[in-house]
């Protein structure tokens, strides 16, 4: 709002000049005072609409079910900004490939309980280390990541 009243000063001002100096020449230079005027008012309320201070999240992540190769694995996601509050609405992506060979997780499925909690599932289908990859995104907030080493059993 400071870059608001201060780009609205200036054009005023310069308006102002322009009728106290040039007399009769100010009716063809008026309209695009207003013209700019206009422009700077309506990119300032865009601008201020869509800007979106970038805060950073806090992703916690518990693992709620043994971690055993014939059943899904739970994980459980809490996403809450620097002050505790929690995130909803955001996306979840997860990863899982184990770490002594070259495969990757079958099938991964997220769900939002509400209140910044989310359950992720993940298919670990061979006892081994697996590696998971977690990263939650937010509107108006930074990325945020975690890794997770598990043994399979
Ligand atoms: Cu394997």
Same mark, same amino acid.
């Given at each position: 709002?400071?870059?608001?009243?201060?780009?609205?000063?200036?054009?005023?001002?310069?308006?102002?000049?322009?009728?106290?100096?040039?007399?009769?020449?100010?009716?063809?230079?008026?309209?695009?005072?207003?013209?700019?005027?206009?422009?700077?008012?309506?990119?300032?309320?865009?601008?201020?609409?869509?800007? %979106? $201070?970038?805060?950073?999240?806090?992703? =916690?992540?518990?693992?709620?079910?043994? /971690?055993?190769?014939?059943? #899904?694995?739970? *994980?459980?996601?809490?996403?809450?900004?620097?002050?505790?509050?929690?995130?909803?609405?955001?996306?979840?992506?997860?990863?899982?490939?184990?770490?002594?060979?070259?495969?990757?997780?079958?099938?991964? %499925? $997220?769900?939002?309980?509400?209140?910044? =909690?989310?359950?992720?599932?993940?298919? /670990?289908?061979?006892?081994? #280390?697996?590696? *998971?990859?977690?990263?939650?995104?937010?509107?108006?907030?930074?990325?945020?990541?975690?890794?997770?080493?598990?043994?399979?059993?």
């Amino acid at each position: 709002m400071i870059i608001y009243a201060l780009y609205l000063e200036i054009i005023i001002d310069t308006n102002n000049v322009v009728v106290t100096l040039l007399g009769d020449a100010v009716m063809r230079i008026r309209p695009f005072f207003w013209c700019l005027l206009a422009f700077v008012c309506i990119s300032t309320l865009v601008f201020a609409a869509s800007y %979106r $201070t970038h805060a950073p999240n806090i992703l =916690q992540v518990r693992i709620v079910q043994g /971690l055993v190769s014939d059943k #899904p694995a739970i *994980i459980e996601v809490s996403l809450t900004d620097t002050q505790g509050l929690p995130i909803e609405h955001a996306q979840i992506f997860s990863h899982a490939h184990m770490t002594n060979m070259d495969m990757p997780t079958q099938e991964i %499925r $997220t769900k939002s309980l509400g209140q910044g =909690q989310y359950i992720v599932q993940l298919h /670990l289908f061979m006892a081994g #280390p697996w590696a *998971i990859d977690l990263k939650a995104q937010a509107d108006g907030f930074l990325p945020s990541q975690q890794s997770l080493c598990v043994q399979v059993e």
